[in-house]
């Protein structure tokens, strides 16, 4: 470093970068560094890899907070299990074609990536993210889903999305949820001000729901002007909800009321009309359930499309299936037992036990799986009441089954040539009936209704070899208090048992409840033997 | 429902009267003493033929790989399997017939707390031993029985400990099928959660009958009570088929398991195989074993039991865990004792280990119960599990649990001196709780 002339000469304090500039050096580095980072738009998911679940929990967190593009697209797969992880500790999500780079988006190998594990508390955080990234989002759909998660969340980082998504959203129907949300999390948050408090409960209190009273009722430090006015709220919602109460227990009831109807509907026509006192009528509904889970076993098999459309292919084979072992049931065993009720309740009973152990040797002692179709899951919210779908699709066809079965009583041959065998078979067979042939035919008809009840039995109750076991006594209650031989009785039997039934339940209990119900109906039975609506004249007495 | 169950207990006779004439059994009974005999008491018909038979399959397949490594003490076993046919009385009767006819060197069998205390008394009279394999509400320790499924402290109260410290839960419903297990693990669950601090106003208690189909009611009442602004979860007790419709139930009304997540004690990966279980995603199971346990003797377990039933598809659960821990315990234990003389094997078996389906160890403690690890899994979509948390060694059974008020002072130690099932620790004497 010899002095040249002309040359400067070297400070020496210019020889090194003064410490003020090495900071500043330092610091564009990093920004540099960030630069590359945000410019490659790769965010942070090595707390995705972790196997304990609260890191994953706070990456969920972190990733909805970076507003990283990509944050939507990984959570949603999060939400749906679609998103991986390797062996490398990368993680991929998984589309219909592949996988891809969970960070980049770009289509990737993932050789033994696994299913990212997930608990409760992820999947709430999950939820609660997705609901923030989405309160944006273009899909009105999307936002109003959003909404309703973030309402649902209750939480207090999201006032700040929710101001800016309040401020620019036009639907106003998704403009409410977004400011009911924003006051759920204004309530929740400790702190905050009483006037937006009072007007959150305001707000809150309109809403009206079960939800709402639970944030209602769990503000962190309220002054007493925000208690009162909670107090308030939460005493009108209870008032509202004691009215839906009962509004929502007629639903109960009526649902309750429409499955026993179907449960009872053959037997009033087997025991009813013919007066077999058939113990396998449970198997009847059985069988039908059974046949359900085989035509839903050949669609799954066979025409995956026709899912939705199963029930209602199952209920012509049902009603066929159970239908025929019915006629066959009549021809080989109850034709010989006409007039021994006694040996008719022993044979059939023993009969039962063979179905069962049958349907358990064919099929398995363990439940089958008989799917519902989208359109029977669900429910709708009207008012305060909850319908679920499988529920009101049940009542329909209960009411269905009972107007077929009257239309076939009163204005088809088979109908008529029914009513005059059981009036009176001497005379019927003196007009040329043959009486048999009726027998083994309404025999067959309401086994084939018990059949058409087992499809819908089979969406709310277990597919077990034991389905029949538990309707077999209710449908004899229905019958006999409804009046035997009076399909009108056993629908309004059905109707009065089942409200009476869940209107109990919720003073009593299930247990005790039942009791009741039972207790009363021995009283009613004592009172009037023949039911409610009794057949009158001579028919009584064959 | 007082016709259900005489109709019942007489198509079960019926059924029973008729495997009883079965010959080829009785043929079978009159062989040679060259091997060991085992009876196998489960349900094969009725109610509990849902469960049971499986277990019924897994000792039977136990029992042939046993003697294709050469039996026990250079001897075959012999199954001797009968059905008492889900009737309680009749499970003495078949118990009865095992010991004295068919001369069994030990019983594998009994689900329900019911059975098994139907036959107590004859394997008490007749010195024989009994592997109970089902998680039950302890308060028993008896010197013939050897309780190989979790008791209240290996299941109920680690589960309620998760949901406390995990989800925060402070409100509770208690929910369950009317009889003695569930009344038991309640009673037991509530006096565990008032000691926890929990006020009786959080404590939300049902029973239902047996295969309670209509849960409407209780579903929108559980949804009520969880709305009071508190984290509510339930516990649920709930046996057998009463769970589908009751899972069906919570999804129609909308309830995830995020908002109120369910813990059962008595759904397992059997249970699940008939629903359909994407709505139950993150409702969550106690148990001692899943079947999605990734151990390598786990894995050696679900192919041995997918290729003794030919069938890929077939699920492991819990109990039958706890049949194959019960059954390899006793072939150490019989190894031990180099008899299998019932009276001699039941000194031997306490602190016998062998391995359990989870990479641990399970020991037969001095009170008749074994040592088992707790897992917590959540319900799939595919109806397997994710086990999300597993206590890091394994636990002690307490036959007697310390939250009630009977039992509290009773300890159990079959080892000499104290050879008591219910020692009084405060009257210093056997004999239960006596007066106080």
């Known amino acids: ?542 | 429902m007082q016709p259900t169950v005489t109709r019942r207990n007489f198509g079960a006779m019926a059924v029973a009267a008729a495997a009883a004439m079965g010959i080829g059994r009785v043929a079978n009974a009159q062989t040679a003493a060259s091997t060991i005999k085992i009876g196998i008491l489960h349900s094969l018909s009725g109610t509990m033929a849902i469960s049971e038979t499986t277990l019924k399959d897994v000792m039977l397949m136990l029992i042939d790989a046993q003697n294709a490594k050469g039996g026990v003490l250079g001897k075959k076993l012999e199954a001797v399997v009968v059905d008492p046919a889900s009737n309680w009385p009749l499970f003495a009767e078949k118990a009865r017939q095992l010991i004295t006819v068919d001369k069994v060197s030990a019983v594998f069998g009994c689900w329900t707390s019911v059975s098994r205390k139907s036959v107590l008394p004859v394997f008490e009279e007749l010195g024989n031993i009994l592997f109970y394999p089902v998680q039950y509400e302890g308060e028993e320790s008896s010197k013939n029985v050897f309780y190989t499924g979790a008791a209240p402290n290996q299941q109920a109260i680690p589960a309620v400990d998760y949901l406390m410290s995990e989800n925060k839960i402070t409100r509770w419903v208690l929910a369950g099928t009317d009889y003695v297990y569930p009344r038991t693990t309640n009673k037991i669950l509530e006096a565990y959660l008032k000691s926890k601090g929990v006020k009786s106003e959080d404590i939300m208690i049902n029973y239902t009958p047996f295969g309670h189909s209509d849960w409407q009611t209780i579903v929108a009442d559980i949804k009520k009570f969880g709305s009071a602004g508190k984290k509510t979860a339930v516990v649920s007790t709930i046996n057998g088929d009463a769970n589908v419709p009751f899972y069906k139930e919570l999804s129609n009304q909308g309830i995830k398991a995020t908002d109120i997540p369910v813990v059962a004690f008595s759904v397992g990966e059997e249970e699940l195989a008939g629903i359909d279980t994407k709505p139950l995603v993150g409702h969550l199971a106690a148990w001692n074993y899943f079947e999605s346990v990734d151990v390598p003797t786990n894995k050696a377990f679900i192919d041995q039991w997918h290729a003794y039933t030919k069938n890929p598809k077939r699920v492991t659960n819990d109990p039958m865990e706890a049949a194959y821990i019960g059954f390899n315990m006793w072939v150490k234990g019989v190894e031990k004792a180099e008899s299998y003389d019932p009276a001699k094997v039941i000194p031997a078996m306490i602190g016998v280990s062998v391995p359990n389906l989870t990479g641990g160890l399970s020991t037969m403690m001095p009170n008749h119960h074994i040592t088992k690890p707790v897992l917590i899994g959540e319900i799939q979509a595919d109806g397997q599990f994710n086990v999300v948390s597993q206590t890091p060694g394994t636990i002690v059974a307490e036959a007697w649990s310390p939250y009630l008020e009977g039992s509290k002072d009773l300890i159990s130690d079959w080892l000499p001196p104290m050879s008591c099932g219910n020692y009084n620790v405060k009257l210093g004497k056997c004999g239960g709780a006596g007066k106080t």
């Open chain 1, 1 to 542: 470093m010899g002095a040249r002339p002309g040359a400067q000469p070297l400070d020496p304090r210019r020889g090194r970068l003064p410490p003020s500039s090495l900071l500043k050096g330092v610091g564009v580095l990093v920004a540099l560094f960030m630069m590359c980072v945000s410019a490659r738009a790769e965010p942070d998911l090595s707390q995705f890899a972790s196997t304990s679940f609260s890191q994953i929990q706070q990456g969920v967190g972190s990733l909805a907070a970076s507003g990283d593009p990509r944050a939507g697209d990984i959570l949603a797969a999060l939400q749906a299990g679609r998103l991986l992880v390797g062996t490398d500790k990368q993680i991929y999500i998984k589309t219909d074609t592949g996988t891809v780079s969970a960070a980049t988006g770009q289509p990737t190998e993932a050789p033994g990536a696994r299913p990212l594990r997930v608990n409760n508390n992820v999947r709430v955080a999950v939820d609660t993210a997705l609901g923030i990234v989405r309160l944006l989002s273009t899909d009105p759909a999307q936002r109003a889903a959003a909404a309703e998660a973030v309402f649902h969340s209750r939480d207090t980082s999201a006032i700040a999305v929710l101001d800016k998504a309040i401020a620019q959203e036009t639907v106003p129907g998704i403009k409410r949820t977004m400011q009911e949300a924003r006051a759920a999390s204004l309530l929740g948050t400790d702190g905050s001000s009483d006037a937006d408090r009072l007007a959150s409960i305001a707000i809150l209190s309109n809403r009206g729901d079960m939800e709402s009273r639970s944030f209602m009722s769990s503000i962190p430090n309220p002054s007493p002007p925000v208690a009162a006015a909670a107090g308030k709220a939460i005493d009108s919602i209870d008032l509202w909800q004691k009215v839906w109460t009962v509004v929502q227990g007629a639903f109960y009831g009526v649902s309750l009321g429409s499955v026993l109807l179907l449960a009872a509907a053959g037997l009033a026509i087997t025991f009813g009309v013919m007066g077999v006192i058939n113990m396998a009528h449970g198997e009847m509904v059985m069988l039908g359930a059974y046949t359900t889970f085989v035509v839903q076993e050949a669609i799954r098999n066979y025409a995956p499309g026709l899912f939705g459309a199963s029930l209602f292919i199952a209920v012509p084979m049902a009603f066929l299936v159970s239908g025929v072992v019915g006629v066959a049931i009549e021809r080989c065993l109850i034709r010989f037992l006409y007039g021994r009720p006694l040996e008719t309740l022993l044979a059939t009973w023993g009969l039962s036990l063979v179905l069962q152990q049958a349907v358990r040797s064919i099929f398995g002692a363990d439940n089958r799986n008989v799917g519902s179709p989208a359109w029977m899951s669900g429910a709708e919210q009207v008012g305060g009441v909850l319908i679920t779908n499988n529920r009101l699709a049940i009542i329909i066809f209960a009411v269905l089954v009972l107007a077929a079965l009257m239309a076939v009583l009163r204005y088809t041959s088979l109908g008529l040539r029914m009513r005059a065998v059981t009036q009176n078979r001497r005379m019927a067979a003196a007009m040329g009936i043959r009486t048999p042939w009726v027998d083994a035919m309404t025999f067959g008809l309401g086994s084939g209704i018990a059949g058409m009840a087992g499809v819908a039995l089979s969406q709310i109750d277990n597919v077990s070899p034991n389905l029949g076991q538990g309707y077999i006594i209710d449908s004899f209650m229905v019958v006999v208090f409804g009046g035997v031989g009076n399909l009108w009785g056993t629908a309004l039997g059905a109707l009065v048992l089942g409200v009476v039934n869940k209107f109990l339940e919720p003073i009593a209990g299930a247990v005790l409840g039942k009791i009741v119900v039972l207790v009363l109906l021995i009283a009613f039975i004592q009172r009037r033997p023949r039911g409610m609506f009794p057949l009158k004249g001579r028919a009584v007495e064959a």
